[in-house]
């Protein structure tokens, strides 16, 4: 069994290595879930492995039924919480409301849930969104390219234009700025 706790753990901690490097990740880049996906298999392994172990000392009588249903009942309140916690993965709009309560500072966050709000046809609460992200990061291009679709979106061209405008000034390279600064004016 030792063996299989040490694949365990390696498959746990090897596929987060790259993760742990900081550097590699924009500013203001948010860490993703899909790290999580390889080393979540490991953690399980982990999980069976002990529930293997604990299974086998109270055959045994090396554990007490105190201790066993003490385990079962922490698993059972991991379950419920983790379960709990997936409702916020339904949606996107689900997800973003989320990472808004989670991180109310946080402009790529905000942006999202804009998009998400403008995508589903909630143009006014999708542009309250993006003009708080711009406000959170006035220098993220992104930030200003979508907040010049919103304001387009909604006819508001003058606005539009300065953050087209905006976009395009930290970040000349982008075609699609160039093409909704020809369609705004």
Request: aromatic residues 10%; proline residues 4%.
């Amino acid at each position: 069994r030792l063996g299989l706790i040490v694949a365990a753990c390696a498959w746990l901690i090897v596929p987060l290595l790259p993760a742990f490097n900081l550097r590699v990740l924009t500013p203001g880049q948010i860490v993703h879930d899909r790290y999580l996906y390889l080393p979540a298999a490991g953690f399980s392994l982990l999980v069976v492995t002990a529930g293997l172990d604990l299974l086998e000392r109270f055959a045994r009588g090396s554990i007490s039924k105190i201790g066993c249903t003490l385990v079962v009942a922490a698993s059972l309140v991991y379950i419920v919480v983790v379960f709990a916690n997936q409702i916020t993965w339904a949606s996107d709009l689900l997800l973003y409301k989320h990472s808004v309560e989670v991180a109310p500072r946080n402009a790529a966050a905000a942006m999202n849930l804009g998009i998400a709000l403008a995508l589903k046809g909630y143009l006014d609460q999708g542009t309250s969104w993006l003009e708080r992200s711009a406000q959170l990061d006035s220098e993220n291009a992104d930030i200003q390219f979508n907040l010049a679709n919103a304001y387009y979106r909604k006819g508001k061209l003058p606005a539009a234009y300065q953050c087209i405008r905006r976009a395009l000034e930290l970040d000349p390279q982008r075609p699609q700025g160039w093409q909704m600064m020809s369609e705004i004016a």
